[in-house]
């Protein structure tokens, strides 16, 4: 399969806790995005790389969120200290140029 | 400040029947357009998509419809089938190269066989 891969698929969580997730895009795609959505809403932008550079992080992203793409490869976007209000579904999509993303299945976080 | 909307929710249709589907938006710097179908517990997929220099692309069952003048997209399925039946969200990115999407809120689409 040479889709945009995420893991784990679910993660349930305790208030407090850290979760760190892991995207591998599309392997000729030098573009990665990160998103987030819940129940009733559209996909929204959290992130982006061109390469192992993040060159836009939107507001959405408070200071307990990171996102890394050491290589330019696989990219991993870790949440500290937990909130009910990050249980979301996370997306993650790759794409070769400023057109068409295509996502992975997204992480399912619960956090209770 | 919602620069995409999707006023319908939801929309059910007979299959073999046209489905439309509808999104307004406000930001006159958009300028290529995607419609994106999604099932449950899957990521987005990318369905089609227009530039702001056309006002329709075509692919097999499903058309897409722009109206700048009015700030308007339409995705025209026709014949709908069951498969079809999923939640259908319009995008949009700017000039600013970098690809980043900017969703609807979604309409799910249910087909009736």
């Known amino acids: 399969d040479t889709g945009v891969s995420q893991d784990p698929r679910h993660k349930i969580t305790k208030r407090g806790q850290n979760v760190t997730f892991r995207c591998d895009p599309i392997s000729e795609h030098n573009r990665l995005y990160w998103y987030r959505q819940t129940l009733g809403q559209g996909p929204e932008f959290l992130t982006y790389f061109q390469n192992e550079a993040q060159l836009e992080k939107s507001r959405l992203l408070s200071d307990r969120f990171s996102a890394e793409r050491p290589k330019g490869s696989f990219s991993t976007l870790e949440i500290q200290r937990t909130e009910q209000g990050d249980s979301a579904m996370y997306l993650c999509a790759s794409s070769p140029r400023d057109t068409e993303a295509f996502f992975g299945q997204g992480t399912r976080l619960t956090v209770v | 400040d919602q620069q995409v909307k999707q006023n319908s929710p939801s929309l059910s249709v007979q299959e073999g029947r046209i489905s439309i589907l509808n999104c307004d938006y406000t930001n006159s710097m958009f300028d290529y357009f995607l419609w994106y179908k999604k099932y449950p517990a899957e990521g987005p997929t990318f369905l089609i998509s227009?530039?702001?220099?056309?006002d329709k692309n075509e692919d097999g069952r499903f058309t897409v419809f722009l109206n700048k003048s009015a700030k308007h997209l339409s995705l025209h399925i026709v014949p709908s089938q069951p498969g079809d039946s999923a939640v259908y969200f319009c995008?949009?990115?700017?000039?600013?190269?970098?690809?980043?999407?900017?969703f609807g809120q979604g309409t799910t689409l249910q087909v009736k066989p």
């Open positions: 995008a949009f990115h700017g000039s600013s190269n970098t690809g980043k999407l900017i």
């Open positions: 227009i530039s702001s220099i056309k």
